[in-house]
C-alpha cells in the first residue's frame, strides 16, 4: 500500500515551453502533497507544500509563479515548469502524507526533466 | 564561470561487511527521523525510521542509532550487499510533516 506515482517518469523540452508532472496517490487519500528538486549528486529540497483545495506554500527562493502547483484532489498534484529553461532541468520528486499517519512521507519515482 | 563539483561522502565495504552511515542533524525540536536509500535515477525508498523517545531501533538487518545529545543519527546494515548500493539519506521531522534532508553519503558495495 501508500503507493506514489509519477508521470511523466522523463520528459525533454525546449527552452521556454512550460511542462506538467503529475503525482497521484494511488490508494490512498493524500491530504498534503509535497514537491522537491534534487540536482545531481546533491540532496532533495523541498521546493513546495501543498493541501488539497489549497494554494501551495512555497519554500524561500521558490519562484510561485515559475513553478505553478495544483492539487485539486486527494490523490493528485501536479507541477507545472512554466518557461522553462536549461538551468531548471532537475530531478523532480513528489511525496505524499495520509490523513492517519501526517509524519510518514511516501514518495514517488521521480520525474528527470531535461530543458534544451 | 567555473562551476564547482559536488562530490557525496562515499562508504566503500565488501560484500558482507557491516556499514556504519552517520548523520548530524541540525534541531534539536527535531522529534522523528527517517533513514532513506535512494537507487540512481528513483525516488527515496523508506528504510526505517525512530522517534525522539528512543535511541535505538532495529529492523530487518538494519538498525538506527539516535544520540539527541550530540545531534547524531547513524544507521547500521549488517552483512551489506551489492543490492545496498546507493545513496543513503537522513532525514529529520519537527513534529509536522515537513521534512529536512541531510547531504546523503554513497555506499558502493564490492562483490
Known amino acids: 500500500g501508500a503507493v506514489v506515482s509519477q508521470h511523466p517518469s522523463w520528459v525533454i523540452c525546449k527552452s521556454g515551453t512550460s511542462v506538467k508532472i503529475e503525482c497521484r496517490s494511488l490508494d490512498f487519500q493524500a491530504t498534503t502533497m509535497f514537491w522537491y528538486r534534487q540536482f545531481p549528486k546533491q540532496s532533495l529540497m523541498l521546493m513546495a507544500t501543498?493541501?488539497?483545495?489549497?494554494?501551495?506554500?512555497?519554500e524561500q527562493g521558490v519562484e510561485k509563479d515559475k513553478f505553478l502547483i495544483n492539487h485539486a484532489s486527494l490523490t493528485l498534484s501536479t507541477l507545472t515548469v512554466t518557461s522553462a529553461h536549461p538551468e531548471d532541468s532537475s530531478f523532480y520528486i513528489c511525496?505524499?502524507?495520509?490523513?492517519?499517519?501526517?509524519?510518514?512521507?511516501?514518495f514517488g519515482p521521480g520525474t528527470r526533466l531535461t530543458v534544451l | 564561470g567555473e562551476s564547482v563539483g559536488l562530490h557525496l561522502p562515499t562508504l566503500s565495504v565488501q560484500e558482507g561487511d557491516n556499514s556504519i552511515i552517520n548523520c548530524a542533524y541540525s534541531?534539536?525540536?527535531?522529534?522523528?527521523f527517517i533513514w532513506y536509500k535512494q537507487e540512481s535515477g528513483k525516488g527515496p525508498q523508506f528504510i526505517i525510521d525512530i522517534r525522539s523517545n528512543m535511541d535505538k531501533r532495529q529492523g530487518q538487518r538494519v538498525t538506527v542509532l539516535l544520540n539527541k545529545t550530540v545531534k547524531h543519527l547513524s544507521l547500521q546494515i549488517a552483512a551489506t550487499q551489492p543490492g545496498d548500493s546507493a545513496v543513503y539519506f537522513c532525514?529529520?521531522?519537527?513534529?509536522?510533516?515537513?521534512?529536512?534532508f541531510g547531504k546523503g553519503t554513497m555506499l558502493l558495495v564490492s562483490p
Open positions: 534541531n534539536s525540536a527535531s522529534d522523528y
Open positions: 501543498s493541501n488539497e483545495g489549497s494554494k501551495a506554500t512555497y
Open positions: 511525496s505524499a502524507t495520509a490523513r492517519m499517519r501526517v509524519d510518514t512521507q511516501y
Open positions: 532525514a529529520e521531522n519537527e513534529g509536522y510533516s515537513t521534512l529536512t
